[in-house]
């Protein structure tokens, strides 16, 4: 297969393309709406888009970004809108226009979105007031509506705008305390697309789930496989989106052919007969196949690696079997090289693990506006006279005698913590920023056969307390950053550099386990825990299942008790699916309480069944 970018193609319609790169998914998705205009496109709760239709509010939206276009330099345009059809042709709408999209989940605290908008230099969003989170000082404007008793075809023409070399600008984890902006190119975007359409051949009867959230790179596999090919895109909503029954119900009822997953999110479904499911990428994180051999059995299984900064994906092992040994990464795509090095940039021989580098097609322009952080983690390295431009994966890996490579953890700090990588660092900074906190700690705790997030904090004289630590945090990370279980300290164990002793902090967790901080004999004396509250019995019994305790008390902690981010996310979904609630994971996260389920509760009088 081909690694240049793919030729371009003519849109359906009588305008400039937007760049030989930029036009290679613009293309194939253009010559699906000349073949399949009154196809459907996409399906999001009761609304079916057609190919036509989402055409046209693409043209819609490339209009009004183009008007809002600059002289000179990138247009860059945050997505503030809920996944759905809107979202998938505000995409491709940007794209039309020839700017770039920053793509966010709406899920995340304002603090953190109000920081991703540093990004951008235009919002669409979905109407009303600007959303809160967004600064005065960048323009906004609504998702444009088609003008009433008026539907343009295809072919509507919108203003033209300078091409736009970047695709997306996502965001991952960043060392510093900050997310890093990656800015991934159209053209390993569109081999991307195409190389794993064919691989796993990908045709116009798949009916593709989106499952991904809207800021992470997987969110682009999912929705442009589905629409190069002429396939339908399936977007869940609400309590569908929970790992679980209410997705497995989902699955089943939209027959759903193509879903791609963590193993965290797989090994929270039920096991259940999905005949019309043919192919599962799993991918994220580490897999086990012993653990999932129900799913190998009945379908085809697929386990894909790449880290956003090499797009989406650069490695598939296209079949596992569950045989007992550990799952292959599989063989880079064509286009790709990788690189097993040491800590002198040597290569490694074969079944000796290695520093994984990855270079070629797809690989990001950088971080923007970080150019230090982009020649660090993007250097260019010698291999056989070869001067080749690398990216630096932090991943460890061995290659096999079949020249498949497999997984063999993390190298440095950074986490893979159920398919989300995470920085310690970042974790750390918005411990710091609350008062009271002088020192922190993030760091991966084994709890159950796996490891969750902790965070240990220094607090002189107990003047934070664990919840109030903990509302801070879901205040200002995403959910899967917040901390599983948090241990205050009146100090934490340095090294000789002045810095958290990681490997002592540790064992702080497990008395007798290792060193620990001196106890500090003016910090008050916990507070009583407080009055027990009337839950339901079978909340009851779903929180002692997840936790291992009782909830005792109204301010019992969650993760003080036992649980972890995997059983908070089940117990939701039992407590959302059976008395009819939809209690944000983030609300619990903040204050997760016999209180807060007691309030929630009381807001439905709805029995169990």
Request: aromatic share 6%; glycine share 10%; charged share 20%.
């Amino acid at each position: 297969m081909s690694t240049s970018p793919a030729a371009e193609d003519t849109l359906p319609r009588a305008e400039t393309p937007t760049g030989p790169t930029a036009g290679s998914v613009l293309s194939a998705v253009a010559r699906q709406v000349e073949a399949r205009g009154h196809a459907c496109a996409v399906r999001s709760a009761d609304e079916r888009v057609t190919y036509g239709e989402l055409w046209e509010r693409a043209g819609r939206v490339a209009a009004v970004v183009s008007a809002a276009a600059r002289d000179g330099g990138e247009l860059r345009v945050t997505i503030g809108l809920a996944p759905g059809a809107d979202w998938v042709g505000c995409l491709l709408g940007i794209w039309r226009a020839g700017a770039a999209a920053v793509p966010v989940n709406l899920d995340h605290p304002p603090a953190r979105l109000r920081l991703l908008a540093g990004s951008a230099d235009l919002l669409v969003h979905s109407g009303g007031a600007i959303p809160s989170w967004w600064p005065m000082d960048i323009p906004a404007v609504t998702f444009p509506e088609a003008e009433a008793g008026h539907l343009p075809g295809p072919r509507a023409e919108y203003a033209s705008a300078a091409s736009s070399r970047t695709a997306c600008i996502l965001h991952t984890s960043g060392s510093t305390g900050a997310p890093k902006p990656v800015m991934l190119p159209h053209s390993g975007l569109a081999h991307r697309i195409t190389a794993f359409a064919d691989l796993y051949r990908i045709t116009a009867e798949d009916r593709i789930a989106q499952l991904a959230a809207a800021s992470v790179d997987v969110v682009l596999w999912e929705t442009l496989l589905a629409l190069t090919v002429g396939g339908t895109l399936f977007v869940p909503h609400g309590r569908q989106r929970v790992p679980g029954i209410g997705l497995v119900r989902w699955l089943a009822a939209e027959q759903v052919t193509v879903a791609t997953m963590t193993p965290t999110m797989l090994a929270a479904l039920p096991e259940v007969t999905l005949p019309e499911l043919r192919l599962l990428v799993v991918g994220g994180e580490a897999l086990d196949p012993a653990r999932f051999a129900y799913w190998i059995g009945r379908h085809q299984v697929a386990n894909a690696y790449g880290p956003t900064e090499a797009t989406i994906a650069t490695h598939v092992a296209p079949h596992i079997t569950a045989d007992g040994q550990p799952a292959s990464l599989g063989r880079p795509v064509p286009g790709v090289e990788d690189f097993l090095l040491d800590e002198h940039d040597q290569p490694v021989p074969d079944g000796q693990p290695g520093h994984l580098h990855l270079a070629g097609v797809g690989l990001a322009d950088g971080y923007a506006g970080l150019p230090d952080r982009t020649a660090h983690a993007f250097p260019t390295l010698t291999f056989g006279g070869r001067a080749i431009r690398v990216y630096r994966t932090g991943d460890r890996a061995w290659r096999r005698p079949d020249g498949q490579l497999v997984y063999a953890g993390r190298i440095g700090r950074q986490l893979n913590l159920g398919g989300v990588r995470l920085e310690p660092e970042e974790v750390e900074a918005a411990a710091l920023a609350l008062d009271g906190v002088t020192a922190a700690a993030a760091l991966a705790e084994p709890a159950e056969g796996r490891d969750v997030l902790a965070l240990h904090a220094a607090v002189p004289g107990g003047r934070v307390t664990e919840a109030a630590l903990r509302a801070h945090l879901a205040g200002l990370l995403p959910s899967t950053a917040v901390p599983a279980r948090i241990h205050l300290h009146p100090s934490l164990p340095l090294t000789g550099y002045g810095k958290p002793d990681v490997q002592a902090i540790a064992a702080l967790a497990f008395p007798g386990a290792g060193p620990a901080a001196e106890l500090d004999e003016s910090a008050p004396a916990a507070a009583a825990d407080g009055p027990p509250v009337e839950l339901p019995d079978t909340v009851r019994v779903w929180w002692r299942q997840a936790t291992g305790a009782e909830p005792a008390t109204a301010t019992t902690d969650f993760f003080s008790c036992g649980g972890d981010s995997l059983a908070c996310v089940e117990l939701l979904h039992r407590i959302n699916e059976t008395f009819g609630l939809e209690i944000p994971l983030t609300h619990f996260t903040a204050q997760p309480t016999p209180a807060f389920l007691a309030r929630a509760l009381a807001l439905t009088a709805r029995e169990p069944s």
